[in-house]
């Protein structure tokens, strides 16, 4: 079952950063979290994942907070093709074969 | 990077008729595979994970003789949904994991499934 709580949907103006936000209080201690989001009709496409400390690469930061009960996904400069659903998952990660749950995740709007 | 193919992207079948979509892994070998539905609006949902020459492990409320997996190579797992009902109609889509990768599963890009 999922483990991540997200708000349904959020705007975003172009050009301006998009902050998505995800609960997962009861992450373990050796669960990541990970980051994808999916435009309409395709399959996932990853974004990010951290363990504890933020992490940046071209597409987005994570910022995780210290006691990793929640995390914010950064889009620094958000553009019309960055609308989609964005799932936050918690997982032990791929070399233990885990599985990905799927919340219902954040449908992002970006506004020209 | 990583890159999982999913073939037929669309199909549309009968009802009663079985109908076979495949998952293969391009460039890297995937001991595990997972396959999802999504239904219109909704998140995806883990059907059964896949497991390169064993039998795969459903998910609860998935009905195992529904929906045949079979994962014989290293890089290709099928799914075949038998006797399809317009029920059947989804977006079916398969994740693979790299077994060196560090960046999380790879997913296909999803087949279309419409049963009339």
């Known amino acids: 079952d999922a483990k991540t709580t997200q708000p349904p949907s959020m705007d975003c103006a172009e050009g301006r950063a998009a902050n998505l936000p995800c609960n997962h209080s009861t992450i373990s201690g050796n669960e990541y979290v990970y980051w994808y989001r999916q435009i309409h009709s395709q399959g996932p496409q990853y974004i990010i994942h951290g363990l504890k400390n933020n992490e940046t690469n071209e597409m987005a930061s994570l910022i995780i907070t210290e006691d990793r009960k929640s995390s914010t996904l950064i889009l620094p400069h958000a553009t019309l093709r960055d609308t989609a659903v964005y799932y936050c998952?918690?997982?032990?990660?791929?070399?233990?074969?885990?599985?990905?749950?799927f919340g219902t995740g954040t449908s992002l709007t970006v506004i020209p | 990077g990583a890159v999982v193919s999913q073939h037929p992207s669309r199909v549309i079948c009968k009802s009663g008729t079985s109908v076979k979509i495949e998952c293969r892994s391009l460039d890297f070998q995937a001991t595990t595979m997972f396959w999802y539905r999504q239904f219109p609006k909704k998140s995806l949902m883990l059907m059964a994970t896949?497991?390169?020459?064993?039998?795969?492990?459903?998910e609860q409320g998935v009905e195992k003789d529904k929906f045949l997996i079979n994962h014989a190579s290293l890089t290709l797992s099928t799914l075949t949904v038998t006797s399809a009902h317009p029920e059947d109609s989804s977006f079916y889509i398969c994740?693979?994991?790299?077994?060196?990768?560090?960046?999380?599963?790879?997913f296909g890009s999803g087949t279309r499934l419409t049963v009339v």
């Open positions: 896949s497991n390169e020459g064993s039998k795969a492990t459903y």
């Open positions: 994740s693979a994991r790299e077994l060196q990768g560090l960046r999380g599963y790879t």
């Open positions: 998952i918690v997982s032990r990660g791929p070399n233990t074969g885990n599985q990905f749950y």
